[in-house]
């Protein structure tokens, strides 16, 4: 390919970085996969809410007309499909998408011309940091999210390094599967073209590879678009009720704190952030610190959540690995390399239960408290908690459905025909379709969130056993409602500690009549 084809990128470093990845690389890969694997096994804890919402979306799979951007409803639908539905088969794909982070960001020090200590130090800051750990143990977007930034950001220090029109192509596969999975990948996006523009890269915009990746991205993520389109964009609602449950509380102070606590790994991603933009030889992947800078300062004007950055960070890791490599005085550069393996190690051990759901809530929540770990006991309404809130999350579903199968099984075989299930949120709502069918129990309907989207099935809800709906909503849908008994466990998360369970009857309309009236309730 010529120089015009590129648009006149830099030429190739003076030196030849190795080509091989580590073993010791191979084997932090194999210990984070082996790490999710021997978890889901063996965890006290149970699936967690938002999974449980994921699985109801696999189930009524619509391409083109999803709430949330579908890549996570297909996971769901072909993994449930070939691997079946265990709390292990759930998370395989999880727990592998999080060891193919750990390798590309190994795999991104060595084209950035770090040695093979810069490849383990990078892959250490991954496997050693909870964010990453807890993102690759949960079935949802997340993980699948950090893989797709993480691949565009390889595949764009790969057209530094080698002009090679095929890592276009890499990078609009990457973001088109990226807004795929979370809308977020418009932040990466607009962040890329930003800093493509005040890069020396600048001059690639005059080729056509920009385009046609640009187009490719765009037609693999058009399902999440359509899909908005046809559904009249109910992304802006959601995001109107985020801002103001949550993201509100999160100011630039609180998004930059949230950084920090990545420890170690947090001091080695600014200096390899400064590396990028200021350092020689490193300087020329200036692309690839823009992005990653750009994307900071969007996030925190748009008041991301501190997660959000997280999938930058792979990257930035192996490119403060990389600036170590570059300290001249060899006593110097091993003693960075041993304190930053070291610190970064000692890290991920301290912090590994908060990564894992490893210790049971008794021992998790005084460990939290030892460790001075409070921010990971804030739940999302910024209150403080006896668990972190994905913990809490976990916990007492099975129990509750039970409950719910006792309420439905004791109901009069005439009403038991013709009754339906009602459930408050979707969380309630995902837990019954769950684990309900092998109770007996029919599908749930629910209003919360994307379950509306389900509609309201064939009955027309002449007997109802309601699960966490108060009596307040229910006097305004039925003539009768009669508390059965309240459920609940002292670790769930607050709204789950105090769920009563209704049988009402006499619909004043039915649930076709009624369900137009319910769309946008949470």
């Known amino acids: ?11 190739a470093p003076e030196h030849t970085p190795p080509q091989a990845t580590s073993r010791v690389v191979m084997l932090l890969v194999a210990l984070t996969v082996a790490m999710h694997f021997t978890t889901n096994l063996l965890s006290p804890y149970g699936i967690q809410r938002d999974e449980f919402l994921y699985l109801a979306m696999g189930r009524h799979l ?37 060891g193919a982070i750990v390798y590309l960001s190994a795999k991104i020090a060595i084209h950035l011309g770090g040695s093979r200590t810069a490849q383990v130090l990078a892959a250490t800051a991954v496997v050693a940091s909870p964010l990453f750990l807890r993102a690759g143990n949960l079935f949802q977007p997340v993980v699948f999210d950090q893989l797709a930034w993480t691949v565009a950001l390889y595949s764009l220090v790969r057209l530094v390094q ?11 596969v990457s973001a088109g599967l990226g807004l795929l999975t979370k809308f977020s990948a418009i932040f990466f996006g607009s962040a890329a073209l930003l800093a493509v523009l005040v890069s020396p890269q600048r001059c690639w915009l005059l080729t056509r590879w920009p385009w046609i990746a640009m187009g490719i991205a765009i037609l693999l993520g058009s399902p999440s678009v359509i899909g908005q389109m046809l559904l009249d964009y109910p992304v802006l609602k959601q995001m109107q009720d985020l801002k103001q449950s949550q993201l509100d509380r999160v100011t630039p102070s609180v998004f930059i704190a949230g950084q920090i606590q990545l420890g170690p790994g947090f001091v080695l991603a600014l200096g390899g952030l ?36 997280g999938p930058v960070y792979p990257a ?24 930053a393996g070291i610190l970064l190690v000692g890290f991920g051990l301290l ?11 008794e021992r998790m929540a005084s460990y939290s408290l030892a460790i001075g770990a409070t921010s990971a006991l804030r739940n999302n309404q910024g209150e403080l908690d006896r668990l972190p809130q994905d913990y809490a999350d976990m916990i007492g579903w099975p129990e509750q459905v039970a409950e719910v199968a006792k309420v439905f099984n004791s109901l009069p075989p005439r ?24 109770l007996g129990l029919p599908q749930v309907i629910s209003a919360a969130g994307t379950y509306w989207f389900f509609g309201p099935g064939d009955k027309p809800g002449d007997v ?58 949470n």
């Open 316 to 339: 930035l890791f192996a490119a403060g690995a990389c600036a170590i490599d570059l300290v001249s005085r060899r006593n110097l550069r091993l003693g960075l390399q041993w304190t």
């Open 351 to 361: 912090t590994l239960p908060i990564g894992i759901p490893i210790l049971p809530p």
């Open 162 to 172: 080698t002009e090679k029109p095929k890592w276009w192509i890499w990078f609009g």
């Open 415 to 438: 009403d038991k025909a013709r009754a339906v299930i009602i459930a408050a949120n979707y969380g309630e709502a995902g837990a019954i379709d769950y684990y309900g069918p092998r």
């Open 464 to 521: 109802a056993v309601t699960v966490g709906v108060r009596e307040e909503s229910l006097k305004q849908f039925f003539n009768e409602a009669t508390l059965v008994k309240t459920v609940g466990n002292p670790w769930s998360v607050g709204e789950e500690r105090n769920v009563p369970i209704y049988i009402a009857r006499g619909p004043k309309k039915t649930l076709q009549q009624v369900w137009p009236s319910l769309a946008g309730r």
């Open 62 to 98: 619509d391409l083109f007309r999803m709430e949330f951007p579908p890549a996570i409803a297909i996971l769901a639908k072909f993994s449930r499909t070939l691997l079946g539905d265990s709390i292990f088969a759930i998370r395989f794909l999880p727990a592998v998408a999080a």
């Open 274 to 309: 400064i590396s990028l933009l200021l350092i020689k030889p490193l300087r020329r992947f200036s692309v690839v610190g823009w992005t990653c800078l750009l994307v900071f300062f969007i996030l925190v004007i748009l008041h991301g959540k501190g997660y959000y950055l």
């Open 1 to 11: 390919m010529t120089e015009t084809d590129t648009g006149g990128a830099a030429p």
